[in-house]
């Protein structure tokens, strides 16, 4: 049953979404080594509230909802926390706690600095990115949903361009088109939508959509916007140059979570506004391009010379198994639960695990002062933390246990079988040893001898390491998740999809 | 086909007409000439709508702040005219067959859905009285979704923030780089020193009588970063530096102020953007008001663009 | 055909025009006017979806309206921070194009 008024607690929603906010609003005001202070005091308040609602979806088994201004859908907005929005917000807010902790080390102020550019932009699309990937996961009405994107892209597209290289500016500028392409055709759907079902509320929408013309035109225009957002094959061009040319802690946000949220408006389209709509057809050709970016991503990865795009084009390879979540739940049986779960426990996983790894090549990079793989030899003495944590995290795009990719891949595997559908399974084992071939490509080099003796460009921080290490732990964590369907992600869904059969 | 009809598709017709030349002027700058006329003759199609608001607001903003923006950057882009490969005529055909089919299938799908088309209408005139406002229009953005529109301000303050990021290192903190006159003429001294003053009472009574008649926060704003930046091109004013502190709270005292007001909605009605029975007006009032102030700095700023110098002590 | 249905006819052309425009020329100005081109048609279909719900008093829908200036502000931000990145780019490269920089080009897609 879904509840349509607020619940107890619910304000906490509202609480994860302003929070940032005013942190933005207050670091403008102050500017300054405020910036940084502000951030830093937010970040645990804003996990500690992500936890909190995260652990009442769990207690409870039940959404938390707010409706905003006391006005009521289809007038008003409402805000929802379901099991995927729970545990969403969560990881968002263990990987961006994890990145301003590493991030200091670059974007520091240290007392008595004048304000520095770089250092006074970042922590506020930090921030930025925070309130717009919450506000994403929490909204239930299509025009909020538009306005969390846009405030997700203004947020992200600086992050690129922060270094100011020409190569970081142009990548910034395709990054920006793609994004409002994209935005406009989400905005053009949303228009249809309205113009037949007189409510933007995703809930109301969910009663009064039907199969028909402009439910799926509506649906397939804002498909593709979202699908160039999230740079799924073949609109996945702007995404290597941008990822690779942010900052490191820039590229672990924008890999691990940016990216997901328009996959998550993508899911929410589909299973909870219009959950008639998906049919084989469409899950076939959906899980068709994830399977493109599978095999083109991971292909392109092991061509790379430079560690930073070999992990951009890994993210675009890792995106691809998350699209397998529609070809293998396109039906009502209660068995779909366990391809819902693997493709959920693979986000999760893979925003721990990238973040982890881009945070690694960061530190790499730093050290070194050039992120050539071939040149790698030797680091492993030199920065021992590092390289564990870039393996481990490895272990989790590979698939290998014990890490949470592996649970992911597994339960998407039994998915296939289950649905008869074997030839993602092919896909899959295919992706998971063309992953195994790039992660071993850099590891190897790593692990091996020092061609010439290293010079150093500065000093390793083992706490920044350290925190790197702790985000691939937390990828590796989640393989402890049992391998069945979760009941936390089954909070909120519709009957569509069934209870778990008991 | 009554006259007045003839003269409406006269209209469409003209404005296709010039979308399809912004589309392929040669030069940039009549590109963007025809660009304003364009937003301009939509200003006048959303009064054919009967949607009055968004007509000024398509005006200010999408004829006027975008137009002005533009040219400033075509009179920087000088001699990049004429560079980079057009797509050969395979690509041109797909997109073009794509284009059409997608018009087709819109201009279809638009008209044809249910005979009674659903409208919020109702809904909204019901809840108007308990609003506290009259413009139904300022009621939905300030009340009923007045969620959207505080979203909409930060993400307006993030746009700003991601255009300052542009700056070289050493402007941070600078001093935007509009392009100013270097000698303003006198009819552009005469007509900034006119202006302003008369334009400064048109945004404020645009925001004013926004409560009950068509008219706003945002179109007010607008009208006032509009004065600003002619005061500033005939170098009436100097371009403020970003890292003053009072642009900075200009900036967000709108924001903060409407945050404060959610915020209290909590305290005193029972959720948060709530307003309570009582003080509804005047909170509303003075959350657009403030909204007003901060919507005018902030389009002054985007389009006075990134700093690109130190000012002199 | 009466006046709405005309706007709406309009409007569709206008997408359509603003698509081809943003696909297919090279040089960011363009698709800059392209993309606005384009985001006044989908605003403009929305007006005459609020036209078509004119009811209890009001000859527009109010929601809609509110919607589309909402939607005009964000696309002048969008504009705005566009328009800097290429003046940025021409500063530091003399370039005002992106090489094979055509978004929605499924079919010519070349990798890399």
């Known amino acids: 049953m879904i509840p349509d008024q607020t619940t107890a607690n619910g304000y906490l929603l509202v ?26 005091v937010l970040l645990p308040v804003g996990l500690v509230i992500a936890a909190a609602i995260f652990g009442l979806v769990w207690r409870d ?187 490191a802690p820039g590229s672990a946000v924008l890999s691990a979570l940016v990216v997901k949220g328009s996959f998550f408006l993508i899911v929410r389209l589909w299973f909870d506004a219009m959950p008639g709509l998906m049919n084989f057809a469409s899950g076939q050709i959906l899980g068709t391009l994830g399977a493109g970016a599978v095999i083109f991503g991971s292909v392109l990865a092991l061509r790379q010379q430079r560690l930073k795009l070999l992990i951009a084009y890994s993210t675009i390879a890792q995106i691809g ?66 390289v564990i944590a870039f393996g481990l995290a490895g272990l989790s795009l590979m698939g290998v246990p014990p890490s949470g990719g592996f649970v992911a891949k597994w339960l998407l595997l039994l998915a296939t079988v289950m649905e008869g559908q074997w030839w993602w399974a092919v896909v899959m084992l295919v992706g998971g040893l063309l992953a195994g071939g790039y992660v071993f490509m850099v590891l190897g080099k790593a692990l091996g001898n020092a061609s010439a003796p290293l010079k150093l460009a500065t000093p390793v921080s083992r706490a920044r390491e350290i925190v790197a290490l702790t985000l691939a732990l937390c990828a590796v964590l989640l393989g402890l998740v049992p391998l069945q369907p979760s009941e936390l992600l089954q909070v909120g869904r519709p009957e569509v999809l069934g209870v778990i059969a008991r | 086909m009554t006259p007045p009809f003839i003269l409406e598709i006269a209209f469409v017709i003209l404005i296709l007409a010039i979308a399809v030349g912004t589309l392929v002027a040669r030069a940039a700058f009549t590109a963007v000439l025809l660009f304003m006329i364009y937003g301009l003759l939509i200003a006048i199609a959303w009064v054919r709508l009967s949607a009055v608001d968004v007509a000024l607001t398509e005006a200010a903003i999408g004829g006027g702040l975008t137009g002005m923006l533009l040219l400033g950057a075509v009179a920087r882009l000088r001699e990049s005219e004429g560079s980079g490969e057009e797509p050969g005529l395979p690509t041109l055909l797909a997109a073009g067959t794509l284009c059409v089919l997608v018009s087709a299938a819109l201009g279809t799908l638009v008209l044809s859905r249910p005979e009674v088309a659903p409208s919020l209408a109702p809904m909204v005139m019901d809840n108007l009285a308990q609003s506290a406002l009259g413009n139904p229009v300022a009621a939905v953005l300030f009340v009923f979704r007045a969620f959207d529109t505080l979203l909409e301000k930060v993400v307006l303050l993030l746009a700003l923030i991601g255009v300052w990021s542009l700056a070289p290192d050493r402007a941070w903190g600078g001093v935007p780089g509009l392009r100013l006159y270097a000698e303003p003429s006198s009819i552009l001294v005469f007509l900034a020193q006119l202006l302003p003053p008369i334009g400064i009472m048109i945004g404020i009574y645009m925001f004013w009588t926004g409560a009950s008649y068509p008219g706003g926060a945002f179109q007010g704003g607008t009208v006032l970063a509009a004065m600003w930046l002619l005061v500033m091109i005939a170098r009436l004013q100097p371009v403020p530096a970003i890292s003053l502190r009072r642009i900075r709270l200009l900036l967000v005292v709108g924001p903060v102020i409407f945050v404060a007001i959610g915020l209290l909605g909590f305290v005193v009605a029972d959720a948060f953007l709530a307003y309570p029975a009582d003080y509804a007006k005047p909170l509303i009032i003075t959350a657009e008001a403030t909204l007003t102030l901060s919507i005018g700095v902030t389009l002054g700023l985007l389009v006075a663009g990134p700093p690109d110098r130190i000012p002199q002590p | 055909m009466n006046s709405i249905a005309l706007f709406a006819y309009c409007g569709a052309a206008m997408v359509g025009l603003g698509l081809f425009g ?10 800059i006017l392209a993309f606005n081109v384009l985001g006044t048609g989908v605003f403009l279909l929305f007006g005459v979806i609020a036209r078509r719900g004119a009811a209890a008093g009001l000859h527009s829908d109010p929601v809609p309206q509110a919607l589309v200036i909402t939607g005009i502000v964000v696309a002048f931000s969008a504009t705005t921070m566009a328009v800097v990145l290429l003046l940025r780019l021409y500063a530091q490269t003399g370039e005002a194009t992106l090489d094979s920089d055509d978004p929605p080009n499924a079919g010519t897609d070349g990798g890399r």
């Open chain 1, 15 to 40: 609480l994860a979404i302003m929070l940032p906010v005013i942190g933005i609003l207050l670091s403008l005001a102050a500017g300054g080594r405020y910036v940084e202070r502000i951030a830093m």
């Open chain 1, 61 to 247: 088994q039940q959404s938390l909802v707010y409706i905003v201004g006391g006005w009521h859908p289809p007038l008003g907005v409402a805000l929802r926390a379901d099991g995927i929005s729970a545990a969403m917000m969560l990881t968002t807010a263990i990987v961006i706690c994890a990145t301003g902790l590493f991030a200091r080390g670059e974007f520091g102020q240290p007392r008595g600095s004048p304000e520095i550019r770089a250092s006074q932009v970042f922590w506020i699309l930090l921030l930025g990115i925070w309130s717009g990937l919450n506000t994403v996961v929490l909204g239930d009405d299509l025009f909020n949903l538009y306005v969390a994107l846009e405030l997700l892209t203004f947020a992200a597209v600086p992050l690129v361009s922060l270094k100011g290289y020409k190569e970081t500016i142009k990548a910034a500028l395709r990054y920006m088109l793609f994004a409002l392409f994209g935005s406009v055709l989400y905005l053009l759907g949303t228009v249809l939508i309205y113009g037949a079902y007189g409510t933007l509320d995703i809930a109301m929408l969910s009663g009064r959509v039907h199969p028909e013309p402009v439910a799926w035109i509506a649906a397939s225009l804002m498909t593709m916007g979202l699908l160039a957002k999230t740079a799924l094959f073949p609109l996945h061009l702007w995404l290597p140059p941008a990822h690779a040319g942010a900052p």
């Open chain 1, 321 to 386: 198994y998350l699209f397998f979540i529609f070809p293998l739940t396109a039906g009502n049986e209660p068995w779909d639960s366990v391809a819902w779960t693997g493709g959920w426990l693979q986000l999760f996983s893979h925003a721990f695990a990238k973040a982890s790894m881009f945070m690694a090549a960061g530190l790499i990079a730093e050290t070194l002062g050039h992120d050539r793989i071939a040149e790698f030899g030797g680091i492993n003495r030199v920065i021992p933390i590092t």
């Open chain 3, 22 to 31: 943003l696909i297919t020329k090279p040089q960011v100005l363009r698709k």
